[in-house]
Structures are given as C-alpha cells and as structure tokens.
C-alpha cells in the first residue's frame, strides 16, 4: 500500500515537471542491452529493452547488462595431472548473459564469477587426467570442461559458450 502511493507521487512529481522530467524518465536501451529495474528494491516484470524504457527517477533504479558473448583470459595456472606431471595452462573463456535478471539478483558480479568459476573448473578436471589425455583427448575434455560449466552457471544467469586453453609442459630436471 506504501509503495503504491509512493508510486503514484512520483508519478504525479513527473507529470506537474513534465518537460524537464522526462528527460531524467526516457532510457534507450540498445539491441544488445537489457535493464533490470528494481522499484523501491524489488525487481518489476522481465527485463526491457530494446528501444526506449521509462523510469521513475525518485524510486527506479537500473542495471543494463550487455547480452553479447564476452570473452575473458584467465590468469595462467599451474597444475599436477594425474601423472604427477606439472602442467601450465593458460585459457581463454566465452560467455554469455542469459538471464539478466538473474545476473544482477543472484550474484554479485557475474563475470567475476563465471571466470573463477571456469578457472576451478578447468583445474579440477584437468588434474584428474594424465599427460597423453591432455594431449590426445583436448577435444572431449573441452567438452566435459563446458558441460561442468552449465552445470554451474545457471545460477549466474550465464551460459559459457566456449573454454579454449592451451598446455605447456614445465620441464624438470629428473637426476
């Protein structure tokens, strides 16, 4: 009931400073671009866009988030594969927003996280296998990184799209 009428005051404050005020109200949002508006900290119907949005300036607040395929590196990691052979790998991440909505309520930085997470992904998988599987079987490990990757992803509102990596073996002096 409070919220309602807090609303349609606002409302009201628009209409009376209606020239000025609907500059601070019309949004453009882009192809690629949705918004996620909470009112008064609760989120209002799916996300808008594209074209243009109206907000309520006094009680609206939005978040645009870019639904395009976003490509991260991770940081190069060192592993020991099954084989106790080390191993380095650098990696290169594709994802995706696909659930705005869930991308803004349910984590604090999506991108952050989709990019740990696939970094701990890749490193835990990786390190079940021995050396002549990375090698011979990069193809099905990728795919098995991926699958790892939605498993987990959903709750970000993400979608991993592609983990690309590449292993260099360190080299140790056995004497």
């Not at 808008?48 to 639904?67: A, E, M, N, Q, S």
């Not at 390190?127 to 099905?140: F, H, I, P, T, Y």
């Amino acid at each position: 009931m409070c919220s309602a009428l807090i609303t349609f005051l606002c409302v009201l404050l628009i209409i009376v400073t209606f020239p000025v005020s609907i500059w601070c109200s019309l949004k453009v949002v882009k192809e690629y671009e949705r918004l996620v508006i909470t009112r008064l900290g609760r989120v209002i119907g799916r996300p808008r866009g594209p074209g243009l949005v109206f907000i309520i300036p006094c009680i609206d607040t939005y978040r645009k988030i870019d639904t395009r395929t976003m490509v991260s590196t991770l940081a190069p990691q060192d592993i020991l594969t099954s084989d106790t052979v080390p191993v380095g790998i650098e990696a290169v991440v594709f994802y995706r927003v696909t659930n705005p909505t869930m991308a803004v309520m349910n984590i604090e930085n999506y991108g952050r996280s989709t990019r740990a997470l696939a970094a701990t992904t890749l490193q835990s998988v990786l390190a079940r296998k021995e050396l002549s599987e990375l090698v011979s079987e990069s193809d099905r490990i990728g795919r098995e990184v991926n699958d790892r990757m939605d498993e987990n992803t959903g709750m970000f509102g993400t979608r991993v799209n592609r983990v690309g990596n590449k292993y260099s073996v360190d080299q140790v002096d056995h004497k």
